[in-house]
């Protein structure tokens, strides 16, 4: 078959407009998505550190017989990528970890959570609020206001 057979066959022209419908799915869709909403990278971003929190408590309690705090964690060298901690704010988020050691017949407990750094932008459209604690892996989600453990999964 001949260079100029193949270019007319419909299959070749089909090929080009699926190309070109990709092309501009990747280059203008896409993009204008992200700019309608700039902080989604952000609350990827703290849902995945809110993950390695939880997992480096694991690790750290496994070494150490109890939880540790967010400067403990860092020190060991349980977080993977320790100076983003050290405000303790990174990418729009504030973290927390909040620990109890176990005692008076209860168990060691810790919770973490990502708080968005502009209140002032939370309240005049509200980004979400994340939490996690050592009884559930998973996080929860919250809009406008701090999460905890009553709060949707995500």
Known sequence: MSLLKALKSPRFMVAIGVT????????????CFRS??????YEIEAIK????????????TAANARYGTLEQ?????????ASRYEIPAAR??????????????????FSATADPQDVSASQ?????????????SDVRVSYGKPANVNDLLM
């Open 36 to 41: 309608y909403n700039p902080n989604v990278d």
């Open 124 to 136: 005049s459209s509200p980004r979400p609020h994340f939490y996690i604690d050592s009884t559930n």
């Open 92 to 109: 729009g988020y504030v973290y927390t970890i909040t620990v109890k050691q176990a005692g008076d017949g209860e168990p060691a407990f």
């Open 20 to 31: 070109c419908l990709f092309a501009f799915v990747m280059g203008v869709v896409i993009p």
């Open 73 to 81: 964690l860092r020190a060991a060298g349980y977080l993977t990528d």
């Open 49 to 60: 550190e809110l993950k390695g929190i939880a997992e480096a408590q694991k690790r750290y």
